[in-house]
């Protein structure tokens, strides 16, 4: 039964973990995208299971909740033929510092192949990284990074025939608070793309200084001639919280709409890494239109980009 | 090693998704009732593994807590071979319109062969089928339908030697509110049973004129000389909120007890969806009296139904 | 593809179900440890599935929050390839009695191959036993046993070369509310181990008649010249409830440190079932000390002991 499944070569990387896109070469970052490609044709097949790490074990370990990101990864670990195990810890109640490292050294001791961590703490999958012995892929941490975010990113912005190098990016909204900002600026950085910042004076991130991009305060500005239209996702707590416009006044200065997405290029694609905040960072028509918006396409290429990341990895 | 395992002929039935009975002809119906019988026999083997949908990916989206039907669901799709991911979402944080849109284009996006849903509105199961490519099990809705719910009752009527065509069954109890009573409703009616509605002032049903049924708001009288007594679950809550009588006089008056079962034919079947409320809808000894209730084995037929609707499903 | 996978001998034992070390003959403990060696060993192997439960369902039923006992188990269960289903359940808000015995009769229904029951009261496991058809293990109950726990202790005791019939074993802290203890205490017995309890007043246990101990109100006394220090697990949530010392002062009086450890064997071992309450119960850096502590070692045991006894009560 297996002689019919066509296992695709799994390309080395110059990592051991996934960190972040920071540590990445050019060529990892190559590599793990022509794996992607494979796997997402083979997940359009009626029997997706593709045997890779078979009787391997493989633990989802989320200090946060966020359903779309640990889905992702169970149906692509669950796809390579893996045992999956889910541990959805509510940070908040532990003392953080000493429940990571006691949950990993626990964790540890039970021979998984490879542990991917979501946490609200940067650099929490290095910390981890150094307890256990199997690797690590970073699913989200803190304000650092979120790399499987950023490749699916740029997975989805080449499916569509777009040269990273030859290619305007404007990241817009809540830049500091952006983990998927960082993770795609690092890559797109790599790749030579233009990186634009384009956020509100209160989202202004306090790092600026270490990015190589223009940066803009007007949403229209921001994207002009632009050829990604990369919108990120607020809190509305955190609206809330930092005493900030109303979320209809964020939306009128900050949201994109048909009418500010004419700036950019014709052709321009709008990307977001979800779950939207509907009539808040995007215009609801705009969110589903499939010429304009390639949304869904993300989170589909999110299972393939993630399936590469851990055949890759898994020793 | 798959070579002794005999895969059952999977009929085809004339809709792509489970919505409702009401959608089902008679021969679709006979059809999955005949197929959850090779499912039964299996069920009782070591090795339960069938990998009818080995390499599928089965989404089970709760939005309304069930762990009876969601294990029912995840064995069933197991046993199959096909690779489950639950998704328990607690709908009153979100706003129920965008929220079972959105995480219908996401879940959508990730290529699921099935997605099975419970929602607390009607017609969720239909409005997600709009947005997925992959066929839709309504697995409860609203005040709607809970078809393989009608189904698994079918088949456990059927498994004592009734003629569907031949019988008087009573539903007696919270009928406003039951969806699994309306399913089984029109199963029956569809089969040819004859059918009583049984129901207390206060749980008339407010779309009482659209049921070919006799109605009774007496139980004894309800279930005068009935083949087939079916209690329905009533939410306790309910009762508080809506000032309604104690338990302790609902079971008075609406409790079936072995005194008031004598009114039925001597060897009538008790059926309850469950979970019980002891002592408020049934007497306990009742419940557990293997020769009056079918309770457990409802349970067990459930399984076998969902593994012959999954199969027949799944493209 | 199976070929390559030796499948050991699996023995038998003369219990059907594993409610307690109580029951076990001293062959039965032997048997299970013979047998977690091989699977211990088959753990470090990249492909760790070895299909003895292929098809067979189990059930992973905690009434108790368990993150570390169920994922063993869960990861045991899938590593011998069984369908594993977790039910976590908030026993308080229901009544527990009737919970109990109808989510039991439920679960029964579904055919599963073995059910592995946490729960808050004693003899819960029995309870659960009289109504399912098929083997349960005892997962930890009320302040009776925790079986697992006590072979998994056994196992990394003598994996370090010491024979049981010839140490002294102080087990220290909280004696009273302990079923670690208790199931520690029956193995340790019935294998002529040496035992002592060494426990501060407030928490002598109260059936302490019925254990063939020496017993110690001071932690140095308690531990002097022992070969196995195994300290347990204090609830803080208890210190307070009672009144008690605050943890500092447990620390000082209770807490093993380097000093106090000083008055044991000098290679005594220092076991924990954890999760360890650092700076309570123990030092901290003595807790991470592999040449004193074996707490990782007992995480990682427990995942074989545990796929020792499904392997060997699956029918």
């Known amino acids: 039964m297996l002689e019919n499944i066509k296992i695709p070569k799994i390309p080395k990387i110059s990592q051991t973990h996934l960190h972040g896109i920071k540590d990445l070469s050019i060529e990892d ?88 961590i979501r946490h609200g703490v940067n650099d929490a999958s290095k910390e981890i990284a150094k307890i256990l012995e199997c690797p690590v892929i970073n699913a989200g941490e803190g304000v650092n990074e979120h790399p499987t975010q950023a490749l699916l990113d740029a997975y989805t912005i080449m499916s569509h025939n777009r040269k990273l190098n030859d290619i305007t990016v404007s990241i817009c909204g809540d830049l500091e608070h952006s983990r998927v900002a960082r993770s795609n600026y690092y890559l797109l950085n790599k790749m030579k793309s233009k990186v634009r910042f384009v956020f509100p004076d209160y989202f202004k991130p306090k790092d600026l200084d270490k990015y190589d991009v223009e940066t803009f305060t007007n949403l229209e500005d921001g994207i002009k001639d632009a050829d990604i239209v990369m919108m990120l996702r607020i809190q509305n707590e955190r609206i809330k919280d930092l005493n900030l416009p109303s979320t209809n006044d964020y939306f009128r200065s900050f949201g994109l709409t048909y009418e500010k997405l004419k700036s950019a290029k014709p052709e321009a694609l709008v990307l977001h890494p979800g779950p939207i905040n509907r009539g808040v960072e995007i215009e609801n028509e705009l969110a589903d239109d499939v010429n304009k918006s390639v949304i869904t396409e993300q989170v589909e290429n999110g299972v393939a980009v993630r399936m590469a990341c851990l055949s890759i990895l898994v020793k």
């Open 29 to 116: 970052i190559n590599n793990i995208l022509e794996l992607s490609k494979i796997f997402k044709e083979h997940n359009k097949e009626k029997d997706k299971k593709i045997p890779i790490l078979k009787g391997r074990t493989i633990i989802n370990l989320f200090f946060e909740p966020s359903t779309r990101t640990l889905i992702s990864f169970e149906i692509a670990a669950k796809r390579l033929g893996a045992d999956v195990i889910n541990m959805n810890i509510e940070g908040s109640s532990l003392r953080k510092g000493e429940s990571l490292f006691d949950t990993a050294q626990t964790l540890g001791a039970m021979n998984p192949d490879l542990v991917i």
